[in-house]
């Protein structure tokens, strides 16, 4: 990691969030900003917080367009995943707001654009993919496409479809959606199992049966 979030602090009125760890780290060079995903806690449980940490502007060539451009994909995925929530198959939210970087963070000052959510339990489906049965790949592309279904007709579609964001909770047989790292504002057909859309997670494919 470029940095330790670890034991960092978000406040703000009504919220207060101690991250304990960074599960992943990257830079979004075109945008100025650093995006972290980290697990934490808040009012006495686990959460899990997305952020795009503004970065220095020593460190990256943004103009006010693009950072214009990098607050709308924060609306927007705030939007997504307030609509989304209800499915019963996705983190849900528990907040979303903006809060600034302290004197102990890579950017002091700058914008810190927070998505605080509930914390997914199960396995990450890419890792446990060869070890799935035939009938939990089956409950896997139900829960799925209905899902995908929900968020469609909410006037969302998953544009990252990749066995590694989402999660399966064994126990419950229950499949969950880890992420929504990118979601598009496009309305298609209804989905079902056999779209395309739940085809292209990839946990049917011949090779991850072998």
Known sequence: MYYDWSNKVLSWPDMTVQLSHALSERFVDNLGECVIVACGKANGGGVTAKLRAERS???????????GVAFTDFLSEWAALQDSSGSGHTPRLLYAGITKQDSSMPYPGGYIHAIVMSTVPGQEVGR???????SERDT?????????????????????PKPENLIYLVD?????????????ELVGDKITPESNIVEMFGVWDEYARR
Do not use: C, F
């Open 140 to 160: 896997i592309r139900d829960q799925l496409a209905s899902t995908l279904e929900y968020m469609r007709q909410k006037g969302w579609y998953y544009s990252d």
């Open 172 to 184: 419950l047989a229950s499949a969950r959606m880890l992420d929504k790292p990118h979601l598009d």
């Open 57 to 67: 502007p020593k460190m990256v060539n943004v103009d006010d367009h693009d950072r």
């Open 128 to 134: 446990i993919l060869l070890d799935l049965s035939e």
